[in-house]
């Protein structure tokens, strides 16, 4: 099927209820919504599925993840990197996954109009991002996460770093909704931004401007801190690197070639972002290539052996990052109601 020449909007539609089936019948009666049955969530990724739910039209799920996390933060505003059955696993306190918390909430509200359930939601989501403020560096980076005694892992991540920096534009914007003053988040994100764009040595997984990994490539222009030109310029110099003709994006530069759905849709977003909309559009055809016959998208396949990778496994995760890029690609065409064009 080719998504530029027969996947209609109404298609698009009906693929986007069917990955929402899946996330919704995934979740948990308690609200968390993990990778799949009897597995791990985390709390980025049961994020990135709330957002989801709300882009599908079901925004009563989507507060329900949400009031999840109000009901297990930790006293210092973290959560746990990993939960099975809403106990921790993974007692790792991440920065990236304390602060994620705002990206939802502000598309909630977007999508809602529902002022009262922000303003519910607001201590817990302000206690995420001081959490993850006290982990900023003088020279602007936020070190990625510390243990369960407190020892902080003194390494930077561009796309966890990225990420902080869009929660921390979501907060803001939060708190003028609320009519709350927050100027310390928006230094904080000034620094960060200026740390990432002019400073990439201070990150792991970014020497000389080589990157690693694909979302240390893309996530800066995605989030809005490379923009213009030089955003265009940024994605199209490293496209060689890590897109793979006929199948989509590559999660690792190196081989052996790890194609990865979550990745492509991201890039997708990306390219959405700029404008290069017939570029998103061709990602999404390749990537249609990894649905299974349930419907459900594999993670990505190895290639050149056409492997699917992990063997056996269809997260939820993955069905969110497919509804989100399928909702930007709606919007691109003009359909849907522009909320990711105010979102992002």
């Not at 199948?247 to 492509?264: L, M, N, S, Y």
Request: glycine fraction near 6%; charge should be negative.
């Amino acid at each position: 099927m080719s998504l530029k020449q027969e996947l209609t909007l109404s298609d698009m539609e009906e693929l986007i209820q069917q990955q929402a089936d899946h996330i919704s019948q995934t979740q948990l009666p308690s609200g968390l919504i993990p990778w799949h049955q009897n597995g791990i969530a985390d709390p980025w990724d049961h994020v990135e599925s709330a957002i989801a739910l709300d882009a599908s039209g079901r925004s009563e799920e989507a507060a329900r993840a949400y009031l999840w996390l109000r009901d297990h933060q930790n006293p210092d505003g973290s959560w746990w990197s990993s939960y099975i059955d809403d106990k921790p696993q993974d007692l790792t306190r991440d920065t990236n996954y304390s602060t994620y918390l705002a990206v939802g909430l502000w598309y909630h509200y977007l999508h809602t109009g529902n002022a009262d359930f922000i303003a519910e939601m607001w201590p817990t989501m302000e206690e995420g991002i001081n959490f993850a403020l006290q982990l900023q560096q003088p020279t602007g980076e936020v070190h990625w996460a510390s243990d369960a005694q407190g020892a902080v892992y003194p390494v930077a991540v561009i796309a966890s770093s990225s990420c902080v920096f869009q929660s921390l534009r979501a907060a803001v914007r939060i708190a003028r909704l609320l009519g709350l003053s927050k100027p310390e988040w928006s230094a904080a994100s000034r620094r960060l931004a200026r740390a990432i764009g002019e400073r990439p040595d201070l990150f792991q997984n970014s020497v000389d401007g080589q990157f690693d990994y694909a979302m240390s490539w893309y996530y800066p222009v995605l989030v809005g801190i490379v923009n213009g030109p030089k955003a265009r310029a940024h994605i199209l110099e490293k496209w060689s690197d890590f897109v793979l003709d006929g199948w989509g994006c590559k999660c690792v530069v190196e081989e052996p070639w790890w194609i990865t759905v979550a990745e492509t849709c991201e890039l997708v977003l990306t390219l959405n972002r700029l404008g290069e909309h017939d570029r998103a559009a061709l990602l999404l055809d390749w990537i249609l290539g990894l649905r299974d016959e349930d419907g459900r998208f594999w993670t990505g396949m190895k290639i050149p052996e056409e492997e699917i990778w992990p063997p056996a496994q269809k997260p939820s995760w993955v069905s969110a990052a497919m509804i989100i890029a399928l909702t930007s690609q709606m919007e691109a065409r003009g359909a849907r109601n522009g909320l990711f064009r105010r979102f992002l």
